[in-house]
């Protein structure tokens, strides 16, 4: 049977009948990749469900018992998971090379292998890197079975005799599947490699971890066309400038994709950082203009950040304006309100705004930080650094109410701040721990009156 071609988007996993130049679907430019999908035949054996199961069955009869759940040992990936690793499930851990996939996974085999089977199949590194890394990590233990195997029927088939419990494959990337014409790494690689493991997991009840690498552009065949497949995508993100990793769960059939897990990669490898605040504002600049604290919900917990801005005469027909770790439209929509609103005039001005430690702040809670931080930069005039600020800042300047205020004053007063901002509509019911000052007001400029 001849094999049907398909193009697929590398950047968003969208897939269309012919070649375009740009993805109808994201409207990304040259991401098309051609996908040369196996025969009918043999792409139904690939189904990710076990043979069998395929006979409709009442809810009611469908047996629940067996979720089982079992610690990784590190708490912050547990919490990302949603409680622990699921048995029988399929988790893929993404992130750009060199960022430490390799360095968590083998890390929390020193854990999973108290109780369990752990085949560790690597198709980038000999077992010798693998053992001098694994000494390094402090993950001596004799359950860990090693596997250096690129060709995906040779990992199935260790995965046969072995019957571990969990299968680590880094990275499928590498992995290449005889059957499939294609060159290891290209979408129906990948592809056809993850489907054959996702039926591992499902039929044999091996927990399966897939490392995919993406870089910046998404140019390589990776981790996006397989999010709709797996089970849970996990992100592994941080600067390589910086030593802060934050894990996070964009998919996951298992719990919430709110959490993130935040690491730091130090000699022994990976340490947990239960305490994400404190080290998001370890080294903040005091007296400096232009910097207020933010507390954003991450998940179930309240993280405080460092929000950043500078504020500088512009050489520019149009004034530049640019953030990272907020999202730029809010931001540009921001600045107007600042001007229009705040009486702050920026037409003549650039503005950056950055927030410290590669957290990314998507929440209404960071607008009023962001507004201070850009005021006290034009005015060149500190925040006081004992200072937080939360609030929704709308588009006549108020400020309104957000969610979770009472878990977030006690953060703010836990690391040691004397005062913090909030909006005063919505709030009159909110009690603030003792020993935080609170500051309720109204609108933007009286903030800014207030404060600078
Ligand atoms: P690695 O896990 O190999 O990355 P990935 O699998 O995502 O490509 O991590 C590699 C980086 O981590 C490397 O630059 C060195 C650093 N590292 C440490 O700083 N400490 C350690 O204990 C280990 C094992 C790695
Ligand atoms: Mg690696």
């Known amino acids: 049977m001849k094999s049907k071609v398909t193009y697929f988007c590398t950047a968003c996993g969208n897939e269309t009948p012919r070649w375009q130049g740009r993805c109808p679907a994201c409207g990304a430019w040259n991401t098309i990749e051609e996908c040369k999908t196996a025969p009918a035949a043999s792409s139904a054996r690939r189904t990710g469900l076990p043979q069998g199961s395929r006979q409709p069955k009442p809810l009611s009869q469908v047996d629940v018992s067996r979720e089982v759940r079992f610690p990784t040992g590190l708490g912050e990936l547990d919490r990302v998971l949603g409680g622990g690793a699921v048995q029988d499930s399929l988790v893929l851990v993404a992130g750009a090379p060199g960022i430490g996939k390799s360095t968590l996974l083998l890390q929390i085999c020193s854990e999973l292998c108290r109780n369990l089977r752990v085949l560790y199949v690597s198709g980038e590194e000999s077992e010798t890197q693998i053992k001098l890394r694994a000494q390094r990590l402090g993950v001596t233990t004799d359950n860990l079975l090693l596997l250096c195997e690129t060709d995906l029927s040779q990992v199935l088939e260790a995965a046969e005799t072995v019957k571990p419990d969990v299968l680590i494959a880094d990275s499928v990337q590498t992995l290449c599947d005889g059957e499939n014409a294609s ?4 979408v129906s690689q990948v592809k056809a490699c993850t489907m054959a493991l996702m039926q591992l997991a499902k039929g044999s009840g091996v927990t399966v971890f897939v490392v995919g690498h993406v870089n910046k552009d ?20 941080g600067e390589a400038a910086h030593n802060y990793r934050i894990l996070r769960a964009v998919k996951n059939r298992f719990g919430s994709t709110n959490e993130i897990g935040v690491f730091e990669m130090a000699d022994h490898g990976l340490r947990e950082v239960p305490n994400p605040s404190e080290m998001l504002l370890s080294g903040r600049p005091t007296h400096a203009p232009g910097t207020c604290v933010a ?19 512009t050489n520019f027909n149009v004034p530049r304006r640019m953030a990272d770790g907020f999202d730029i439209n809010r931001a540009v929509l921001l600045m107007a309100v600042l001007e229009k609103r705040g009486g702050i005039n920026l037409a003549g001005s650039d503005v950056y705004i950055n927030v410290i430690g590669g957290l990314q702040l998507t929440e209404p809670a960071a607008d009023l930080p962001v507004i201070l931080a850009a005021a006290s930069s034009f005015r060149d005039k500190a925040l006081d650094s004992g200072v937080a600020a939360i609030g929704e800042v709308g588009l006549t300047g108020e400020l309104r109410a957000v969610s979770h205020l009472g878990q977030r004053l006690s953060e703010v007063h836990r690391l040691g701040f004397r005062c913090c901002v909030i909006p005063r509509q919505g709030t009159s019911q909110v009690q603030p721990p003792e020993g935080l000052e609170i500051l309720r007001v109204r609108h933007i400029r009286e903030a800014i009156e207030t404060l600078l």
């Open 183 to 186: 060159t290891p790494g290209s």
């Open 218 to 237: 998404g140019a390589i065949a990776g981790p996006r066309v397989l999010e709709h497949m797996v089970d849970c995508v996990l992100y592994f993100e």
């Open 295 to 313: 507390c954003a919900m991450e998940g179930s917990r309240p993280v405080l950040a460092e929000v950043q801005a500078l504020v500088s005469r």
